[in-house]
């Protein structure tokens, strides 16, 4: 007998031989039955919980191939947290308000502000902005990137940095042009010297932690998310995670990318001694099978790694391309170095100039290796160079589509600003899916605000924001159909984390990780999509979420 039985439904299996049922059963957390409501009686005995449906819809649990929990939670636990969407002002109001409940001397932290603000915030009336609402406190605002911060004075101060601070390797301590004095911006690695002074004043504990995770998954299973990839851990975000099992409260599957270097945000164990270590920190939901490499920035600080060249601008010139973070034989020595540990890599790589380099290194690896069956990732790949299309598909790299950007909104107005007109052909998801590469979506949150899939699911339909904020759409030839849409939410992540076999469709023998709809996207406007609402969550059958 089973469990529990789903009947009287509407259910989208993301099983092409099977595509739509009735009912589903599930028994010990596996689905054992999917068809129609007459044959699933015989699995119905007095223990069995029945659910009646009433011709809602069911579809598989969402898979975030791309995110941060750790750092979501925190956001939402413990620091001062405003939309990207606002203006400066805005921004200013909120840090001065936080200010006036702070106790004495405690650092302000969070964001996230704008990309688009990031020629504005880069100079001393804006600091001196920053100044004034902080009454005293020291100041540290993430970018919606999260890859570069802005800073206030006294933030400054504690970490230490003045006209005569060098610029870390791999970082930019934005100056004054007149007297050189630092005017509050870090870019990528410089950000670690202010992260390092926040986080000393108020180091996280274990407990901290687990509380951020616990509300992280929280948030995850209320949007249907019951597989992620945690895009970037260090030891202590996997042993968060590892707790969290072991109490039984980790109600999703859970797949880590250990860092291969120490990060601004993460400066823990990482690299080779975390890596050595991975089986230590495997749990039954938690698998740490992945590395995580940068290499690269982000475009809106020119960090990024372009095949051409920004726009001019005065501190770089007229043909100022960015570089990567590291050479194609280095690369591809890192990369083999993992195959050899049986380990996939997830790269960072957000211009097109390092997309190339990620792939040409993929090459050079199978040249000398032959074929993998490990599934490597090329992470924010949304500038692609329309020869290397095809590359994806034939070295068998998933396209990791994240953050959601393939609509307009302020991160594309901060790209635009950096590379001009290149922005309108962003993201190339349909000439992907044609070549034959596996895309796989994520949120990168909390770079997006929120782990929403429903409004990335309709963006990848109408290419529009669905907000309403921002005009136009973004390369609408790129647009994809529902079917496509879902599988990019559902099992193309599960495949692309290794997890085929275990989630992302509903599928006899698979873990019966679920979600029910307060409506049927077969049968809404695609403008509708991202208005949905999730009802109830299942993961492994127990409910990880019901809506009130």
């Given amino acids: 007998m089973a469990d529990t039985v789903l009947q009287n439904g509407r259910i989208y299996t993301v099983d092409p031989a099977n595509p739509w049922a009735e009912a589903l059963a599930v028994r010990a957390g596996k689905i054992v039955f999917v068809g129609a409501d007459r044959d699933v009686k015989s699995l119905i005995g007095s223990g069995t919980r029945v659910i009646d449906l009433n011709r809602k819809m069911v579809m598989p649990g969402i898979n975030d191939v791309h995110t941060h929990p750790l750092l979501g939670g925190r956001a939402d636990l413990f620091e001062c947290h405003f939309l990207p969407t606002l203006s400066l002002d805005e921004v200013l109001a909120v840090v001065r308000a936080d200010a006036q409940k702070a106790r004495p001397g405690a650092w302000i932290v969070g964001g996230s502000w704008g990309s688009n603000f990031t020629i504005k915030l880069s100079t001393l009336d804006a600091l001196r ?104 851990v260090s030891g202590a975000i996997l042993s968060a995670y590892n707790n969290l099992d072991a109490d039984g409260k980790l109600s999703a599957w859970v797949v880590g990318s250990m860092m291969a270097e120490p990060a601004g945000f993460l400066n823990d164990l990482v690299g080779d001694d975390l890596i050595d270590q991975r089986a230590k920190f495997k749990s039954p939901h938690v698998m740490p099978t992945f590395v995580k490499i940068f290499l690269d920035g982000v475009p809106m600080s020119r960090t990024s790694a372009f095949i051409e060249p920004y726009l001019p601008d005065k501190a770089h010139g007229c043909c100022f391309r960015g570089a990567t973070t590291k050479t194609l034989p280095e690369l591809a020595r890192l990369i083999a170095k993992q195959e050899d540990r049986g380990l996939a890599v997830k790269i960072h790589c957000a ?73 309108r052909q962003y993201w190339p998801n349909r000439n992907l899916i044609e070549a034959g590469a596996l895309i796989a979506t994520g949120t990168d949150w909390p770079v997006i605000p929120n782990p929403d899939p429903w409004s990335g699911i309709e963006g ?65 406007a695609p403008t509708d999509i991202a208005d949905t609402r999730v009802l109830t969550t299942f993961f492994e059958g127990r409910g990880a979420y019901q809506r009130d």
Avoid: C
């Fill in 351 to 423: 211009g097109d100039g390092a997309v190339r380099t990620a792939l040409d290194a993929f090459d050079v690896v199978r040249s000398f290796k032959g074929a993998t069956a490990l599934m490597h990732h090329i992470a924010h790949a949304g500038f692609i160079d329309p020869a290397d299309v095809r590359r994806f598909k034939d070295l068998n790299v998933v396209a990791d589509l994240s953050p959601i950007l393939w609509y307009p909104n302020q991160i594309i107005d901060g790209i635009e600003q950096a590379v001009g007109d290149r922005v």
């Fill in 460 to 524: 990848l339909i109408t290419r529009r924001n669905p907000s309403g904020q921002f005009d136009g759409a973004l390369w609408p030839e790129q647009a994809l159909d529902l079917p496509a849409a879902i599988a990019a939410y559902t099992a193309n992540p599960a495949r692309a984390m290794g997890l085929e076999s275990v989630t992302g469709s509903l599928s006899v023998g698979k873990s019966a990780d679920m979600i029910v709809l307060d409506r049927n996207l077969f049968e809404i």
């Fill in 129 to 232: 902005a920053l100044d004034d609402a902080s009454a005293g406190h020291p100041v540290l605002l993430r970018d919606d990137s999260v890859h570069n911060r802005w800073v206030n004075s006294r933030a400054l101060e504690l970490a230490g940095i003045d006209s005569r601070t060098p610029d870390p390797v791999g970082g930019v301590i934005v100056r004054d042009e007149t007297t050189g004095a630092p005017v509050g911006m870090l870019f990528e690695s410089a950000v670690a010297i202010v992260e390092q002074a926040a986080q000393a004043a108020n180091p996280y504990s274990l407990e901290a932690n687990v509380s951020a995770l616990t509300r992280a998954i929280e948030i995850l299973n209320s949007f249907g998310v019951t597989g992620l990839q945690d895009a970037a």
